[in-house]
């Protein structure tokens, strides 16, 4: 890999994780691109990961310091209530990832099939929350927090967006547009860092140096450092999006995407 692929590698990154287009989906279409596999992919991959997740740490800190502050208190707060929906939402994926671990993995590696598939699945998500209209709540709920963790556990399958399934699925259930968005970027930080972390403990069982010099020093840093200031503009946009409620386009694009990953690429 070269700084060029690594810089074009870390915008796609940046981009995708919040946009709802799926980053895995996206970051697979390029890999194939590229020629990437192996230890050199799985190294590359863990770094941007990281500098994405360090983006909604700079871009939510504000929040993330409300929440801690209030959870520290030791009280039945609104900040305790909502980290308790966060611990929630992580439910599905922690046993997707303790138990199914391996078999997400042969399913990443099954080619742009799955991925086509999914972004088309994406897209029909993606529609159907902007065309529905259900009642309003005026806050998320401890069931509606699961529910949510359920789509973000069926998201790790390459190409199905998971931004966009928890944002989609958190419309469908009535939740406003306004605290969704937010919800859906908090709730992901503690299974990223937790995927990252035992991708890292993958390499290690393997040879980290291996991995690191299979890909080079200035190819990581230019992916890492592009992914994260990307990661920080798009989870700003985002933001805005979901609140103006312009989910539409996305669908289009993930269904153009998909088509062309089913009929050119897989």
């Not at 046993?95 to 994406?122: H, M, N, P, R, Y």
């Not at 929350?129 to 309003?136: D, I, L, M, V």
Request: with cysteine; net charge positive; charged share 15%.
């Amino acid at each position: 890999m070269d700084w060029l692929e690594a810089l074009i590698l870390g915008l796609i990154q940046g981009l995708t994780e919040y946009l709802p287009v799926s980053s895995s989906g996206h970051l697979a279409i390029g890999a194939k691109l590229f020629g990437l596999s192996g230890e050199e992919n799985l190294a590359f991959t863990v770094a941007v990961h990281v500098a994405t997740v360090l983006s909604t740490l700079v871009i939510l800190w504000k929040e993330i310091v409300w929440l801690f502050k209030g959870f520290f208190k030791f009280k039945w707060n609104d900040e305790m209530k909502y980290v308790v929906n966060i611990l929630i939402s992580m439910i599905p994926v922690a046993i997707v990832g303790f138990l199914f671990k391996d078999t997400v993995e042969e399913i990443f590696g099954s080619g742009l099939l799955v991925v086509g598939i999914c972004l088309l699945v994406t897209a029909a998500l993606l529609a159907f929350a902007y065309f529905a209209k259900p009642r309003q709540k005026e806050k998320i709920s401890m069931l509606d927090a699961f529910v949510i963790g359920i789509a973000q556990a069926v998201a790790v399958l390459p190409g199905l967006s998971r931004s966009g399934s928890t944002i989609a699925t958190g419309l469908l259930l009535g939740n406003k547009k306004e605290k969704l968005a937010q919800f859906s970027f908090l709730m992901v930080i503690p299974p990223i860092l937790g995927e990252a972390l035992l991708d890292v403990l993958k390499m290690a069982k393997g040879s980290a140096d291996a991995a690191m010099n299979s890909i080079g020093f200035l190819p990581l840093a230019v992916g890492f450092i592009t992914a994260f200031v990307v990661g920080c503009l798009a989870c700003k946009w985002m933001i805005n999006i979901v609140k103006k409620g312009k989910l539409i386009w996305f669908a289009v694009y993930c269904a153009i995407v998909g088509l062309v990953s089913i009929i050119f690429l897989s």
